[in-house]
């Protein structure tokens, strides 16, 4: 696999190979990625009493969870220990010969935060906004602004172009034309005997 220069960036961006909207403008394409704003919706953990949360279970984990709006200028406070679910501000869209990696911006990540846990891997055939893991692992809050760049997508070329991409009728694409930090739906493997 070869990772995408700025050039073939560009390039793919003209011909909507690759779609990433809004862009802002052409400083978001770095020499091997692109930068990508913070959206303005969070899902925070809500304080429950229940001891666990099991896959499972016959609630959706979205139960667990409650949705925060951060308005034009406002900023989302992450604390120590604290992990929230986000999206990118701009859509993207991924060929079908081509995979998209989420890293995060070293800038943040001196701070203590993380823009993935482990989720960073977006496939080919994906559309949707990507969704943010954040995570602070450092020892003191950290505001965080809708519109702020915070994570940089890398592409790299595939051998071939996938067979049944994301999105496939023949594929459980959970996630497929996401707008808004979407809960784990990790229920659906149980219910699909993946397990």
């Given amino acids: 696999m070869a990772i995408l220069s700025d050039e073939t960036i560009k390039k793919y961006l003209d011909e909507n190979k690759i779609v990433i909207y809004p862009l802002k403008d ?15 919706e969070f899902k925070v953990f809500k304080v429950i009493r229940q001891p666990y ?12 969870m409650e949705s925060i709006i951060v308005e034009k200028d406002d900023s989302f406070i992450i604390h120590p220990n604290e992990f929230a679910l986000a999206t990118t501000y701009e859509y993207v869209k991924v060929p079908n010969d081509l995979v998209g990696r989420v890293e995060g911006r070293s800038s943040l990540g001196r701070l203590g935060i993380t823009m993935h846990v482990t989720a960073g891997y977006i496939d080919p055939g994906f ?3 990507i969704t943010l893991e954040i995570s602070n692992i450092g ?6 602004y809708p519109g702020q760049r915070v994570c940089q997508i890398v592409f790299e070329t595939m051998t071939t ?4 991409p994301y999105g496939h009728p023949d594929r459980n694409s959970k996630y497929m034309g996401q707008m808004k930090p979407e809960s784990s739906k990790i229920k659906q493997d149980y219910e699909l005997k993946y397990m």
């Fill in 26 to 40: 052409e400083k978001q394409i770095q020499p091997s990625s692109i930068d990508m704003r913070l959206g303005n």
């Fill in 53 to 64: 949360i099991d896959p499972k279970d016959s609630r959706e984990v979205a139960e667990y």
């Fill in 127 to 129: 559309e949707g906004r």
């Fill in 139 to 144: 020892a003191m809050p950290v505001a965080l």
């Fill in 161 to 164: 172009p996938s067979k049944i």
